[in-house]
């Protein structure tokens, strides 16, 4: 079974504090942190990720772009994120896949959830996103801890004399 989830992104960057804050001086800014997280529950997740943001906010209209491997849409003149999302909810539709759509907007969710698709809240991807994060970090510390354990005991002082070597200092 292939998953897809299709994230209404200025939905999301309204619903979430930091990214709400961070868009009244930095669009752009909250823009690039929600992709970037999106592109790790991708990686982590398998689900396959499209973000949807509306164009009347971005110069370019109706432009399709790749960013860490998550695919960025950004809508025609005209075309509201709920209008392309419902579209790609009824073009991405088959059997063997399980379509998601975040947002909070609930004419949205209950339109979407009509047309066969799963409603994921903006509170619940951001609980989703948070404990991805968590188990990143435990998966990085624990990769760190295997690869000290398994190299040659050198003292404090050594390694950072190999660490200059190796970058040339």
């Not at 504090?17 to 992709?35: C, F, N, T, V």
């Not at 999302?85 to 949205?108: G, M, N, P």
């Not at 969710?109 to 948070?130: C, M, N």
Request: hydrophobic share 35%.
């Amino acid at each position: 079974m292939r998953n897809i989830l299709l994230v209404d992104g200025y939905n999301i960057i309204g619903d979430w504090s930091d990214l709400r804050e961070l868009q009244k001086h930095d669009l752009e800014g909250a823009r690039d942190i929600l992709i970037e997280k999106m592109a790790e529950y991708q990686a982590y997740s398998g689900t396959k990720v499209i973000i949807v943001f509306d164009a009347h906010m971005v110069p370019g209209l109706g432009k399709t772009y790749k960013d860490f491997a998550v695919e960025i849409l950004y809508t025609k003149e005209k075309e509201t994120a709920d209008e392309r999302i419902e579209k790609l909810v009824i073009e991405l539709k088959r059997v063997d896949t399980k379509i998601y759509v975040a947002t909070s907007d609930f004419v949205e969710q209950r339109v979407i959830f009509a047309s066969g698709a799963y409603r994921k809240s903006a509170r619940e991807l951001r609980t989703e996103v948070d404990q991805l994060e968590k188990h990143i970090a435990k998966d990085v510390t624990r990769t760190r801890k295997a690869k000290l354990r398994g190299s040659i005991p050198v003292s404090e002082e050594i390694r950072q004399r190999l660490e200059r070597m190796r970058r040339g200092k």
